[in-house]
């Protein structure tokens, strides 16, 4: 089961159907649990996950938003003489600066029955133009990295 802690509901479910689309051993949270529930009912929680035949639970949370500006120089493209004409008010500004952030995204599975951190990745990307685009990036590098270590079964048998 994956749960996505994130700023509210709606983002939650685009997160976590995303998620399960990117690989069919995720399963979403949010239609066997709401917010408050994964977060005030703990007893409650463990025992539906092992009802329901869950064996693990994928969290995903931003660890932190840290400033990425970066500087963007400018290109000249014109002939000789507007090079050299232009010269001394390019030298003075020769770029800008792009205001920008990246994510520090911490991703950890934890074992239902040993009720344990079984595997955990840190990942850092730059500021996405849309959630979708970020939680790929994200999973991309987590759900290679899970198959490299051996950590994803190759079929799809239960939950």
């Known amino acids: 089961m994956v749960v996505a802690f994130v700023k509210d509901e709606a983002s939650r479910k685009i997160a976590e159907d995303?998620?399960?689309?990117?690989?069919?051993?995720?399963?979403?949270?949010?239609?066997?649990?709401?917010?408050?529930?994964?977060?005030?009912?703990?007893?409650?929680?463990?025992?539906?996950?092992?009802?329901?035949g869950y064996d693990a639970v994928i969290t995903m949370s931003l660890?932190?938003?840290?400033?990425?500006?970066?500087?963007?120089?400018?290109k000249y493209q014109g002939g000789y003489y507007d090079y050299h004409s232009s010269y001394m008010t390019d030298y003075y500004r020769p770029g800008y600066y792009v205001d920008g952030s990246k994510y520090y995204i911490i991703t950890n599975v934890f074992s239902i029955k040993s009720n344990k951190l079984i595997w955990s990745a840190t990942t850092v990307t730059p500021e996405p133009a849309s959630l979708q685009e970020g939680i790929d990036s994200i999973?991309?590098?987590?759900?290679?990295?899970?198959?490299?270590?051996?950590?994803?079964?190759?079929?799809?048998?239960?939950?």
């Open 63 to 74: 660890l932190l938003k840290a400033a990425d500006d970066k500087w963007v120089a400018e």
């Open 139 to 159: 999973l991309y590098t987590v759900v290679k990295q899970m198959n490299k270590d051996g950590f994803l079964p190759g079929k799809k048998s239960g939950k």
């Open 18 to 52: 995303r998620v399960s689309k990117i690989n069919e051993h995720f399963y979403p949270s949010y239609p066997v649990f709401s917010g408050q529930e994964v977060m005030e009912n703990k007893d409650q929680v463990l025992a539906t996950l092992k009802e329901q």
